[in-house]
C-alpha cells in the first residue's frame, strides 16, 4: 500500500504543468503543503515558480484588453434585467386579466425597457491613441514599456467614459432601478485598472507620472460611484456636495492626462 506521501507525490506527477501553475497561482485555495510540493514538482520539470507567475500578471493585463475576450457586461447586465423584469412582473402579476368587455383572459406579459451603459469602445480608442501620440519619440522605442503603458490606458479610458456616463445621467435625474448594477460594473472596470497598480511595471517616467494622474481620477471616481450608489439606495439624490468635492478635481486632472496643458502637476486637487 502506497504511504500518504508516495500518493501526494504520484498525484502532482500526474497533472500537467499548466494544472500544477494554476495551483500555485492559487495558493488560497489550496493547503499551504501542496502548494510547496506543487512549487518543488515544477521545479523538477525545469519551471520556476517565480518568473511563471511573474509572466502571468503580463499575459494577464494582455488577455483583458483583447477585444476578442472581453466580455461585454453592459450588453449582459442589459439582458438580464431585461427577463428578470419579465419573470418578476409575471411572478406578481394575476393568473388572469379580465378585459375590457368583461371577460377573463391570458395574462399578458408586459417589461418596461432598460437603458443600458453606451458603448464607448471608438471613444475609447481615440482617448488610447491620443495617449500614445503624447508620448516622445525616445519613451515609445521601449516597446515593452508602451505596450504596458496602452494597455493601462485603455482600461482606464473605458471606466472613465463610462464613469462620465452615469454622473451625467445622475446629474440629469435619468437613472431608474437599474443605477446600482451599473454602477457595480462600472465600479469593477475600475478594479481592472487599480488592482494591477500595485505592481512596478517598470515604464518610463512621462508613462508613470501620467498613470500616476490616472490612479488619482480612479479613487475619486469610485469614491464617487460608491456615494452615489448608497444615496441612491437610501432613497437620496445620487449627488451630493460630498461627491462634488471629490470629483471637483476631475475635469483639470483629465486636462492635464490628455496633454493640454504644458507641465504635469502631480499634487494638483490633493
Known amino acids: 500500500?502506497?504511504?500518504?506521501?508516495?500518493?501526494?507525490?504520484?498525484?502532482?506527477?500526474?497533472?500537467?504543468?499548466?494544472e500544477l501553475l494554476f495551483l500555485i497561482r492559487n495558493p488560497s485555495l489550496?493547503?499551504?503543503?501542496?502548494?510547496?510540493?506543487?512549487?518543488?514538482?515544477l521545479r523538477q520539470r525545469g519551471v520556476n515558480p517565480r518568473q511563471a507567475i511573474a509572466d502571468t500578471q503580463d499575459a494577464q493585463m494582455e488577455w483583458d484588453t483583447d477585444?476578442?475576450?472581453r466580455i461585454n457586461w453592459a450588453a449582459v447586465l442589459t439582458i438580464l434585467l431585461f427577463v428578470g423584469g419579465a419573470v418578476l412582473y409575471w411572478w406578481h402579476m394575476p393568473a388572469k386579466?379580465?378585459?375590457e368587455d368583461g371577460k377573463s383572459g391570458p395574462a399578458v406579459l408586459e417589461t418596461v425597457a432598460s437603458r443600458p451603459i453606451p458603448n464607448f469602445t471608438a471613444q475609447t480608442e481615440?482617448?488610447?491613441?491620443?495617449?500614445?501620440?503624447?508620448?516622445?519619440?525616445?519613451?515609445?522605442?521601449?516597446?515593452?514599456?508602451?505596450?504596458?503603458?496602452?494597455?493601462?490606458?485603455?482600461?482606464?479610458?473605458?471606466a472613465q467614459h463610462q464613469s462620465a456616463y452615469l454622473t451625467k445621467e445622475a446629474t440629469a435625474g435619468?437613472?431608474?432601478?437599474?443605477?446600482?448594477?451599473?454602477?457595480?460594473?462600472?465600479y469593477q472596470e475600475w478594479r481592472k485598472l487599480t488592482s494591477v497598480l500595485v505592481y512596478n511595471h517598470n515604464l518610463k517616467p512621462i508613462m508613470q507620472a501620467r498613470v500616476d494622474i490616472m490612479q488619482d481620477i480612479a479613487q475619486r471616481e469610485m469614491t464617487a460611484l460608491t456615494l452615489m450608489r448608497g444615496n441612491y439606495q437610501l432613497g437620496n439624490p445620487p449627488l451630493n456636495e460630498q461627491i462634488r468635492i471629490a470629483l471637483?478635481?476631475?475635469?483639470?486632472?483629465?486636462?492635464?492626462?490628455?496633454?493640454?496643458?504644458?507641465?504635469?502637476?502631480m499634487t494638483l486637487g490633493k
Open 67 to 69: 477585444s476578442g475576450s
Open 1 to 18: 500500500m502506497s504511504t500518504s506521501s508516495t500518493a501526494g507525490s504520484d498525484f502532482l506527477t500526474q497533472k500537467t504543468t499548466e
Open 174 to 186: 435619468r437613472i431608474d432601478s437599474n443605477f446600482p448594477s451599473q454602477v457595480d460594473l462600472t
Open 126 to 158: 481615440a482617448s488610447v491613441q491620443r495617449m500614445l501620440q503624447l508620448l516622445p519619440a525616445a519613451a515609445r522605442r521601449d516597446e515593452k514599456a508602451t505596450r504596458k503603458y496602452l494597455i493601462l490606458a485603455q482600461r482606464f479610458w473605458t
Open 97 to 99: 386579466r379580465t378585459s
Open 30 to 41: 489550496y493547503h499551504e503543503t501542496l502548494v510547496t510540493a506543487a512549487q518543488h514538482e
Open 248 to 265: 471637483a478635481s476631475v475635469p483639470q486632472l483629465l486636462t492635464e492626462l490628455q496633454g493640454k496643458t504644458t507641465t504635469l502637476h
